[in-house]
């Protein structure tokens, strides 16, 4: 039992040391680059994306939650009545930070 439990984790530790720092960054990128677009072009998409994410089973809410933590919680603050200034304000924040907190080292020289 050790050794499948070892096995498991050595592989999932060496999944997530390559997708976090190279997939994750692009994956993000894509998704803020997507949503920006949405906000300027069509907005009806983000309220469309909003309303499947809300119709999914409550454990299939959770994992998109999940992963994609940042983008939907930029979704919620864009369908909230707060002004629109602080709505957008928000959410540029919240996308520079993600992208941001997902570069690689080297690039930021941390």
């Known amino acids: 039992m050790d050794a499948l439990i070892e096995t498991l984790a050595t592989g999932l ?3 997530l040391g ?3 720092p190279i ?3 692009f994956i993000f990128a ?3 680059a997507a949503f920006a677009w949405a906000l300027i072009a069509s907005q009806g998409s983000l309220d469309a994306t909003w309303q499947w994410i809300r119709n999914l ?3 299939l809410q959770g ?5 994609f ?3 939907v919680a930029g979704l919620w603050i864009y369908e909230t009545t707060w002004p ?3 709505r957008i304000l928000l959410i540029v924040s919240l996308g520079g930070w993600n992208i941001w907190i997902f570069l690689p080292r080297g690039i930021l020289g941390r």
């Open 13 to 15: 530790g060496s999944f």
């Open 18 to 20: 390559f997708f976090v």
């Open 23 to 25: 997939v994750a960054p």
């Open 30 to 32: 894509i998704s803020w």
């Open 57 to 59: 089973p409550l454990l």
């Open 63 to 67: 994992v998109v939650w999940l992963l």
């Open 69 to 71: 933590l940042p983008v």
């Open 84 to 86: 629109f200034v602080l």
